[in-house]
Each structure stands twice: as structure tokens, then as C-alpha cells.
């Protein structure tokens, strides 16, 4: 089982302790062909920039064969790709921060955790790192664990918005839904228009029963493009838990075949029917699913 974080002190001095990245070059002397027979040294900073540059784009062809070996659902072939390009280059946060989603997609959560403290040692403002991290947590019903990691980052001036949405789930999955929609709005109000913040937003009003809230939200992301689909599901989900079955049928019948439609109606009628905390858990299990992070972009995660 993953180590639960105990405290804000201790993850604070974890986030102290940096580790500088060595790149050494051996550089050899050599006799000037001038008259003076002086030697010269050549010019070492421009040897190491060099070798920075190289482990970029080395790491950065691994990356991009990592992340359409992801796409393609070959998540063994893409963590390999990500090990490789965390190798070649040591100083960037990605590559490590790609593994440990991986990992976690993978279901192998221990290995993922490894991953995430490695890289949350030098770079403990990394907000990929911290998502994914958190996301981590709160998949292993350690809400709690979450809070005490993301917290302290949030209250620095280096706070991320996917750090903000990443908190409000933890606080949604504890059953706060007020605090979990404050954190979600921290989040809109550094990064407006986020999809992943305004559908999670969406998702803990109706998990509070506040369907007209929920859907009015849901609805105002609409573009009338493509990327509309997966707002599409949510809000008939939304429609689903407030009772309104032919609504949420309705948007469903432009998604899916007819008998995927009854299946999911069955569904909604099926949430309805738990008790909150089972419903609340079934949610959210919906939520943490469609987490996939976007490590060709990762800025434009729309988890």
C-alpha cells in the first residue's frame, strides 16, 4: 500500500530538498596552432548547452513516440517510452510525471507513487506532477492524503489551476461539496473557460442536488463543435439524477446506438435509487476515470 502523506510540515520539507542535475563534460585540451604554442581550453558552457540541447530533443522524440503509443492504448510501449525520455533528460519534469499517470492507468500504483515522490524531490511545483499525484490518492481512497499533498501548493505563489481541480475532487470524494466548488472556482479564476474545471464544477452541483445549477453550468461550455461530446454525457447524466429521463434520453440518442441509450437511462434510474454516499462514490468513480492527461499539450488538460 502507497505511504499516506501524515502532515504539511513533512511534504513541505520533501518540497525543500532540491537535487541539482550534473551534466558533466570531459573536455580535452589541445595545443594552439598559433606561434605561441599556448594551450587553449575550449569554451565549456558551450559544450554543456550542447548536450542540454541534445537530451532535449532526444527526450523530446521520445515523448512524442510515448504519447502515440498511448493514444493507440499500448500503455506498456508508452511507459517504456517515458523511462527512456525521464533517462535522457533528467531535468525536465514530464517524462516522469507521463510514467506515473501510466503507471496509474496501468493500475500499478505503487510503482507510480515512486515515481511521483522522485519527481516532486526536484521539482515540487511541478502542477502535472501534483495532478497526477493527487489523482493517485484519491483513486486509493486517500482523500486526506490528497488535501495534505496539494494544499501547500495552493497556498504558494506558484499555485497551478490543475492543482485547484485536483482538490476539489478530493473534497467532493470527502463529501464537502462547498469546499470542493470553492477550490473549483480558485481554479476558474486563473484559468476561465477550463473544461475540466467547469464540468467537475458541474458534476459536485449535482452530486449537492443542485441539478439547476448543474446543468445551467454544463450548459454554458457548449460550442456546438465536437468537443462538445463528452459535456453531452455529463449533462444527461445531470438530467439522469434530477429525475428528467426524457431530457437526458434525448442528448443521449445523438450519441449513441438505441440500446446503449436504454442501458444508460437503466443506469441513471440506478444512481437515483442509492443512498448519497453510494452515489457520490459512483460519481466520482466517472470523474477519476476520464482523467487522462494530456502530455503532448499539458496545458490543455481536460481530464
Do not use: W
Not at 525521464?86 to 507510480?112: I, K, N, V
Amino acid at each position: 500500500m502507497p505511504t499516506e502523506i501524515k502532515n504539511t510540515d513533512t511534504h513541505r520539507r520533501r518540497r525543500a530538498s532540491r537535487f541539482a542535475t550534473l551534466l558533466g563534460c570531459t573536455a580535452l585540451l589541445a595545443l594552439s596552432a598559433c606561434s605561441g604554442g599556448r594551450e587553449t581550453v575550449p569554451d565549456q558552457t558551450a559544450t554543456d548547452d550542447q548536450i542540454v540541447m541534445q537530451q532535449n530533443e532526444k527526450a523530446s522524440t521520445l515523448m512524442h513516440i510515448g504519447n502515440n503509443l498511448r493514444a493507440k492504448g499500448d500503455l506498456n510501449g508508452a511507459a517504456q517510452m517515458y523511462q527512456k525520455a525521464a533517462r535522457a533528460d533528467p531535468s525536465s519534469p514530464l517524462p516522469p510525471a507521463a510514467l506515473g499517470d501510466t503507471l496509474r492507468h496501468l493500475g500499478r500504483y505503487q510503482e507510480a507513487e515512486e515515481i511521483y515522490h522522485q519527481v516532486l524531490s526536484k521539482h515540487p511545483y511541478s502542477g502535472l506532477a501534483l495532478q497526477g499525484y493527487g489523482i493517485l490518492l484519491i483513486e486509493q481512497d486517500q482523500p486526506d492524503a490528497a488535501i495534505t499533498l496539494l494544499v501547500p501548493a495552493v497556498d504558494d505563489d506558484a499555485a497551478d489551476h490543475r492543482v485547484f481541480n485536483v482538490l476539489g475532487i478530493a473534497y467532493d470524494a470527502l463529501g464537502d461539496h462547498t469546499e470542493a466548488q470553492n477550490q473549483y472556482l480558485s481554479g476558474l479564476s486563473m484559468a476561465p473557460g477550463n473544461r475540466s474545471l467547469s464540468n467537475n464544477l458541474s458534476l459536485s452541483l449535482a452530486l449537492q442536488e443542485r441539478h439547476d445549477a448543474a446543468i445551467a453550468q454544463v450548459s454554458s461550455l457548449m460550442t456546438g463543435t465536437e468537443a462538445d461530446k463528452p459535456l453531452m454525457h455529463n449533462l444527461a447524466l445531470i438530467y439522469g439524477l434530477a429525475g428528467k429521463i426524457g431530457d437526458a434520453g434525448a442528448i443521449l440518442r445523438e450519441l449513441l446506438p438505441e440500446a446503449d441509450v436504454v442501458n444508460n437511462l437503466a443506469y441513471y434510474q440506478n444512481l437515483r435509487s442509492m443512498d448519497p454516499d453510494q452515489r457520490r462514490g459512483a460519481i466520482l468513480d466517472i470523474i477519476l476515470k476520464s482523467i487522462y492527461l494530456n502530455f503532448s499539450n499539458p496545458d490543455e488538460n481536460n481530464g
